[in-house]
């Protein structure tokens, strides 16, 4: 028997040991990147808490209440900013095509701060002042904002239509300024007259 | 008379026009001040925000400077709500508020990275050790037993000659 011919298994098998016993400390060190998807969440929900009865057609002067929510999967705590838009049929939305956000100031914004895996979720109340076909002012969450937006009738759809939008925005370490993070919902509504 | 008048009517013109410069002045170092205010709150809470992952990374429980944070956050996005409105005394105000938070957050941030970077080394030191002594102890170990089994190799090499040597001169003796 030639001892010699065993002697590369035998060093394998050693280093394998010492591996194995220095995996604590290794572990500490060493941290390989995990292959699970990095992603933010955005959604909207209607008062009820549920993905139904969403404010559609709505009147002047009278409050309604979504709910909009964000979940953190990026692997990192993030900084968050949603920027609550408002906008007639004619003006921009944003551009999903190049991941730009729409080109409107934003009325109302959110800020938060939302660990990896943690959820942010916030009520929404809004109202409408002017009439159906020229909107004076927005109030959200209390505060009133003058917009001086006016929608054309819509033939097609017979009403006075405005969208009520939400960006997802984050703070990018490197750049140093919040980005448009290509996330938005939003909600049509049918601006009415009726009591 | 007609001098006299003349001047009573002009100072009364130079008073309301100064009220009005005065005012317009105010108005605009307000708008600096919410601007300047703002920038600075926002500088504040970012690196309040960077210190916070740092406590993070370092293992420390970061949920309570998030809370916080989140609180500096709402005043922020208030202040650039009222300065959006115009109301640069309030956006400066909020904009203070959020400055303070994040002031206060970095401070604990750092305090709580410190006192994690310290507590993990101390979990770490124990690990270290044992896995030193057993790299050590498994490359002794590996190398006494290769010895013991050349030396065990070598000694049945060593019989199995002989018993070939005797058997040969035993197959010539007889």
């Given at each position: 028997m030639n001892i010699k011919s065993y002697r590369d298994w035998f060093i394998v098998g050693t280093l394998a040991l010492m591996l194995l016993a220095a995996s604590p400390t290794l572990a500490t060190f060493v941290h390989l990147p995990s292959d699970s998807a990095k992603f933010s969440e955005l959604w909207l929900l209607g008062p009820g808490h549920k993905?139904?009865?969403?404010?559609?057609n709505v009147r002047m002067n009278v409050t309604y209440s979504v709910y909009v929510g964000v979940g953190n999967h990026l692997g990192y705590s993030a900084y968050y900013k949603i920027d609550v838009k408002f906008r007639n049929q004619t003006q921009s939305l944003l551009d999903t095509s190049n991941s730009s956000p729409s080109k409107l100031n934003s009325t109302y914004e959110f800020r938060f701060f939302l660990a990896d895996g943690k959820i942010w979720e916030t009520p929404l109340n809004f109202s409408f002042q002017g009439k159906p076909s020229s909107v004076r002012h927005i109030s959200v969450n209390g505060i009133a904002f003058p917009v001086n937006l006016s929608s054309q009738w819509n033939?097609?759809?017979?009403g006075f239509y405005y969208q009520l939008f939400f960006e997802l925005w984050l703070f990018n370490m490197t750049a140093q300024r919040f980005q448009y993070h290509n996330r938005s919902v939003g909600i049509w509504l049918n601006m009415t007259n009726g009591a | 008379m007609s001098v006299l008048r003349f001047s009573l009517v002009l100072t009364i013109l130079l008073v309301f026009a100064s009220q009005t410069f005065v005012s317009l002045t105010f108005a605009q170092t307000s708008e600096y001040e919410a601007t300047s205010a703002l920038a600075d709150a926002e500088g504040v809470v970012v690196s309040a925000y960077q210190a916070a992952l740092k406590a993070e990374e370092a293992g420390a429980n970061a949920s309570g400077l998030w809370t916080q944070l989140n609180k500096a956050g709402e005043y922020l996005a208030r202040a650039h709500t009222e300065f959006r409105l115009g109301d640069f005394e309030r956006a400066a105000d909020f904009a203070n508020l959020g400055k303070s938070i994040g002031e206060e957050v970095k401070n604990t941030a750092l305090a709580l990275k410190d006192s994690a970077l310290s507590e993990s080394l101390q979990r770490m030191v124990p690990f270290m050790i044992a896995s030193v002594v057993s790299v050590a102890l498994i490359t002794l170990g590996s190398l006494w037993v290769w010895h013991l089994l050349k030396k065990i190799t070598a000694t049945a090499n060593f019989r199995n000659r002989i018993r070939v040597v005797i058997l040969n001169e035993y197959q010539i003796l007889s």
């Open positions: 993905a139904e009865d969403y404010p559609f033939q097609t759809l017979s | -």
